[in-house]
């Protein structure tokens, strides 16, 4: 048998060899793969060698054609020459014609021994194309073994979640509640008994999946698995109730995993295929779970319960358990689950768990939704007016250079979403504004504690001790935008403002930012693709205010969204969506080009520098 025959039989053989054997583990399997690949990978050299060498001979076959050609015609040439001094000899007898009759010898020999040689090299490429073509289907053979021990792999997959899974425990688990005033003993005694074995359940199987082969694999998909777990004894090994109305529990109980195997499939994202019993593949077998029945309460499931706002309170049974999002396990059956917050209409509702399930709320607002163009104004302590603002609709915009004129930290150009409306200072945080800050709080800012704010001077950015917000080397007013503040100081601002005002006040992120600075257009500037002649305070740009100070708030036209100074006045801090430092000012200032204050012009910066060219707006919440 050649060595072509012997690796086809070989790769046959050992398929049949490897459906035919007892199961075999992961760990087993993998170097089976890994070994059958390394052969595979040799092979696949081997064969390339030899499509190599065919492809070799094929050339020089088509050179050797060439060659006989010419060959022929010098034999032609010969014969012609030949021929014409038997001609000569007519007349002259005597002639020596030797030399005519030995290279036309010498050329039907040369001719000949071509044609010999290209039939050597026809049969020479014809043989080497059979072996490239035995090993072609052996090299199938090869990669049909290897993937049907892969396919043995992801059943083993299986068969090792399936038993890791199914494992049994004993838990103790201490837990202590404080029984409501209207509770009496026994029924403080039975929720303590409950809120322990929910306790010791989460526990488990929090252990369980972090013990798996696979665990970051099954971690992924568990919001959406119907695994459970079955509590098989409970005892109370101590219990007793202390001052105050304490109850203090501790209980020792045996669990055990109840995963289906058709689960397990879904928990490492492979085909269903693999999670059924066919020909030639095994199944591991656990002891049984006994079957669930409604209302058992010793099969306990994972409820996750999510919802669309932050700081919620979600009751359970009456029984708070938190914020979302929130996971807990909870014995089969029904339960009232209750999510609540201020401001919001409560979403009651019950749920019948058969299976670990994952419930999504969301709750409306019981006051008035924020509508496009709306002016909103919050009062702060005091009476104090907050920043006016304008609300900006949902919708999608294309995010970027769309124009093809920016820098190459403006591509590329993405589709983004803005899920919710928001509310958007329509003017940057003037001087008067960021002033009832400072004095309410007595915050000083970090131009103020160290070697002061920077100034543009001969193309750079250089510090000056005695430069802050209240002197940035130019005549402020009240209306003008505050500046020289780091991304601190304005963060500083927005938690005091959240806290003033009672409402979720934030710097905008920079897709908000941008959503916000276009308006609703494609432009580099919310009016359209040239900066024109004053329409924006920017350097070069034609206002009174160019290349010499800030422009007093709004003193240019609103965008279509209703914001003003999108485009100049100062940069503006924003929240970077992709970049390691965090902070991104966006929409150009007083002092530099119109090319620079495009609405997709970025500019990353230390979150620590400040300058008499940067500001900042600010967002609220609905």
Request: neutral net charge; proline residues 3%.
């Amino acid at each position: 048998m050649n060595r072509i025959a012997q690796l086809t039989f070989f790769a046959s053989l050992s398929l049949s060899q490897y459906a035919l054997a007892a199961p075999l583990s992961v760990t087993d399997i993998e170097q089976r793969i890994a070994a059958k690949q390394s052969d595979f990978d040799n092979f696949n050299r081997d064969l390339q060698a030899q499509v190599t060498l065919a492809q070799g001979l094929e050339q020089q076959l088509a050179e050797l054609r060439e060659n006989v050609v010419k060959a022929d015609e010098k034999r032609q040439a010969a014969l012609r020459v030949m021929n014409q001094q038997y001609e000569k000899v007519v007349d002259n007898p005597e002639l020596d014609i030797t030399s005519a009759i030995s290279a036309y010898s010498k050329a039907v020999t040369a001719h000949k021994n071509m044609k010999d040689a290209i039939t050597n090299k026809y049969n020479e490429w014809q043989n080497k194309l059979v072996d490239v073509e035995q090993m072609q289907v052996s090299k199938h053979s090869l990669l049909n073994t290897i993937e049907g021990l892969k396919e043995q792999y992801n059943s083993a997959r299986v068969d090792r979640l399936y038993k890791e899974f199914n494992q049994k425990q004993t838990v103790a688990v201490s837990h202590k509640i404080t029984c409501d005033q209207d509770e009496t003993f026994s029924k403080c005694t039975a929720r303590g008994k409950a809120l322990a074995k929910q306790k010791a359940s989460k526990r488990f199987l929090d252990s369980v999946y972090d013990s798996l082969s696979e665990s970051a694999e099954a971690q992924k998909r568990r919001p959406t698995s119907d695994a459970s777990v079955q509590v098989l004894r409970s005892e109370v090994a101590d219990s007793n109730f202390s001052g105050q109305g304490l109850f203090n529990i501790k209980m020792n109980l045996q669990l055990q995993g109840n995963l289906k195997r058709s689960e397990g499939c879904a928990l490492l994202g492979l085909d269903n295929r693999y999670c059924v019993n066919f020909k030639g593949q095994s199944v591991t077998q656990v002891a049984p779970v006994k079957p669930l029945v409604s209302n058992d309460e010793s099969v306990m499931y994972e409820l996750t319960v999510r919802s669309n706002v932050f700081d919620d309170e979600v009751f359970i049974n009456g029984v708070s358990y938190g914020s979302t999002k929130l996971q807990i396990m909870l014995p089969s059956g029904e339960h009232d689950v209750e999510v609540v917050k201020r401001g919001y209409e409560a979403n009651r509702q019950t749920i019948k768990l058969t299976e670990s399930k994952t419930v999504k709320v969301d709750l409306n607002r019981n006051q008035y939704a924020f509508s496009k163009g709306e002016r909103i104004q919050d009062i702060l302590a005091g009476d104090t007016p907050g920043p006016d603002l304008v609300v900006v609709p949902a919708g999608n915009f294309r995010m970027g250079d769309i124009s093809g004129q920016g820098l190459e930290n403006e591509r590329p150009v993405k589709t983004k979403e803005i899920k919710q409306s928001f509310g958007i200072s329509e003017t940057e945080i003037s001087v008067k504004a960021f002033e009832t800050f400072v004095k309410a709080t007595s915050y000083v800012t970090d131009a103020e504690k160290d070697k002061g704010c920077a100034f543009y001077e001969d193309g750079k950015a250089v510090y000056q001790s005695d430069k802050n917000w209240r002197s940035p080397g130019f005549q402020q007013s009240d209306n003008n935008p505050v500046v020289c503040v780091s991304l601190a100081d304005a963060q500083a601002y927005v938690k005091w403002l959240s806290k003033v005002s009672t409402q979720s006040y934030q710097l905008p992120t920079e897709t908000r930012w941008e959503y916000a600075a276009r308006g609703g257009k494609e432009g580099d500037y919310w009016w359209g693709n040239g900066i024109k002649t004053d329409n924006a305070n920017c350097g070069w740009c034609g206002s009174q205010w160019s290349n010499v100070s800030t422009a007093p708030v709004g003193s240019f036209e609103r965008n279509d969204f209703g914001l003003f100074d999108t485009v100049g006045n100062v940069w503006e801090w924003t929240l970077a969506d992709n970049t390691n430092s965090g902070a991104v000012v966006r929409g150009g200032a007083w002092n530099f080009a119109p090319r620079l204050a495009r609405v997709s012009t970025r500019m990353e910066l230390d979150p620590s520098f400040r300058s008499n060219y940067i500001g900042f707006r600010v967002v609220r919440e609905q």
